[in-house]
């Protein structure tokens, strides 16, 4: 697909879950939170494969974001920011590197700071600062180093019986 019908389906999920929204009566300020947690964010990836495949074209950067609304709350830019995390960290991260993780956690954050898109959401810099940091306790309780539980002789036993 071309970078701009790759948009297009991209986008559309918002659409589709304000649909569902509305089909199944889901509250007004969820509904809220569903069209707003992607704000006018720009589809970085695609944006940079359209630039090389089209290079040397004028690209609109608008025809690459979402044409939704920034997070009006407190609540919808959390789940913007917990649903950027989120899918960043699973696509890039491949070692346990909390240091390393904690500072990309902090530069997707700054980059939606940076683009306007927590302007209108009621954060301060403090409790984004606080919600970074739960970030950071929900990776370190996901990919901490797990000890091998030791067999459990008296099960392996009992099972042999049966």
């Known amino acids: 697909m071309d970078p701009y019908h790759s948009v297009d389906v991209i986008a559309s999920h918002v659409s589709f879950g304000m649909e569902l929204c509305q089909t199944?009566?889901?509250p007004k300020v969820v509904q809220d939170i569903v069209y707003e947690h992607h704000g006018t964010t720009l589809i970085k990836f695609f944006y940079h494969k359209a630039k090389e495949q089209y290079a040397g074209d004028k690209l609109n950067e608008k025809d690459f974001r979402?044409?939704?609304?920034?997070?009006?709350?407190?609540?919808?830019?959390?789940?913007m920011m917990s649903d950027t995390v989120e899918a960043?960290?699973?696509?890039?991260?491949?070692?346990?590197?909390?240091?390393?993780?904690?500072?990309f956690i902090k530069q997707?954050?700054?980059?939606?700071?940076?683009?306007?898109?927590?302007?209108?959401?009621?954060?301060?810099?403090?409790?984004?600062?606080?919600?970074?940091?739960?970030?950071?306790?929900?990776?370190?309780?996901?990919?901490?180093?797990?000890?091998?539980?030791?067999?459990?002789?008296?099960?392996?036993?009992?099972?042999?019986?049966r």
């Open 66 to 79: 979402y044409p939704y609304q920034t997070p009006q709350s407190k609540e919808s830019a959390i789940v």
């Open 88 to 103: 960043a960290i699973r696509s890039v991260v491949t070692k346990k590197d909390f240091k390393e993780i904690e500072a």
């Open 24 to 26: 199944y009566k889901i």
């Open 108 to 161: 997707l954050i700054k980059d939606k700071l940076d683009d306007g898109q927590l302007t209108d959401s009621g954060l301060s810099l403090k409790e984004i600062d606080c919600i970074t940091k739960s970030f950071m306790g929900v990776f370190r309780g996901m990919y901490h180093e797990r000890i091998p539980y030791p067999e459990d002789k008296r099960a392996v036993a009992d099972d042999s019986r």
